[in-house]
């Protein structure tokens, strides 16, 4: 199924929406929505929890209330992604408590998934190193230019995307995104 979102005129049709109000009969097309966001809602999780076992809890958790709820679930009213997301938000506050979304921990020291096999352990621990520094400069900004890198960067979102999650203009998104970077990179030099 091409998933592009359609415009016509000023309104955009959300293919993923339409397939969520199919998928509440029909089995197939539940399927092509769990396997299409699994890896990004797991990501996501993955991203704020910074544990492998918990982001596996969250996001079935995740599926199980999509599946329970999808028949509220109204295009009219926003992106399925959008829909999704919140659910998978709504897991990490009610775990964590209403500051999951800003929270941020440290990778358990053993697990290290960007790290290819062949990486020694001293480049490992300079990466660590270097995403510590990362991970700190970042919560230093507001909370809404770390949505904005987390949605662009980690969730590999689009800024009409992100605009609509955050009901903002995409222009705004993107000068956001500009600022967030310019702020990132200075915090980063100060380190060096």
């Not at 704020?48 to 982001?55: E, G, M, P, Q, R």
């Not at 209403?98 to 062949?118: I, L, R």
Request: aromatic share 10%.
């Amino acid at each position: 199924m091409n998933m592009n979102v359609m415009t016509s005129g000023k309104k955009r049709t959300d293919p993923w929406g339409q397939l969520a109000v199919k998928a509440i009969h029909d089995e197939q097309a539940f399927t092509e929505l769990y396997e299409h966001f699994f890896p990004r809602v797991y990501q996501y999780l993955l991203k704020k929890t910074h544990d492998s076992h918990l982001a596996d809890e969250m996001v079935e958790i995740t599926f199980v209330r999509m599946y329970q709820h999808l028949s509220q679930y109204a295009p009219e009213k926003g992106a399925f992604s959008t829909w999704l997301f919140c659910i998978a938000r709504n897991v990490l506050n009610k775990h964590y408590g209403s500051k999951a979304v800003t929270m941020h921990t440290v990778w358990e020291e053993n697990f290290d998934p960007a790290a290819p096999e062949w990486e020694t352990p001293e480049k490992q621990a300079l990466t660590r190193e270097r995403s510590r520094e990362l991970i700190d400069a970042i919560t230093k900004l507001p909370q809404r230019q770390r949505q904005i890198l987390e949605m662009t960067y980690w969730l590999d979102m689009k800024s009409a995307d992100i605009a609509e999650q955050l009901g903002m203009a995409p222009s705004s998104v993107r000068v956001a995104l500009k600022q967030a970077r310019d702020a990132l990179r200075e915090l980063l030099a100060k380190k060096i």
